[in-house]
Nanobody, 114 residues
């Protein structure tokens, strides 16, 4: 069982930046960030494979950057030009070395004030 621990959430004004980090307790495959706003379904924000290939939701392209350090089993999400609609709980997700295994972090709150 792999444990994921997120950090870096907080309160920021619109237009500001935040950096989220996620640390896995063991080796993992693809990593991702999801978010869930109040009253809405959880949505995929970005993914990063071990080979550093990345994908982004259209609404964050050009403003968010996902990265990872495979040696340290960590991933980061740099969020720039934040908008109030980015307010949500952000979750780290990782696939195990056996891809069918999926792990979630406990979530970290991001609040963007207008």
């Amino acid at each position: 069982q792999v444990q994921l621990v997120e950090s870096g959430g907080g309160l920021v004004q619109a237009g500001g930046s935040l950096r989220l980090s996620c640390a896995a307790s063991g080796a993992v495959g693809m990593m991702a960030w999801y978010r869930q706003a109040p009253g809405k379904q959880r949505e995929l924000v970005a993914t990063v494979r071990r080979a550093a290939e990345t994908t982004y939701a259209n609404c964050v392209k050009g403003r968010f950057t996902i990265s990872r350090d495979c040696a340290k089993n960590t991933e980061d999400l740099q969020m720039n030009s934040l908008k109030p609609e980015a307010t949500a709980v952000y979750y780290c997700q990782a696939r195990g070395i056996i891809p069918q295994n999926k792990y979630w972090g406990q979530g970290t709150q991001v609040t963007v004030s207008s």
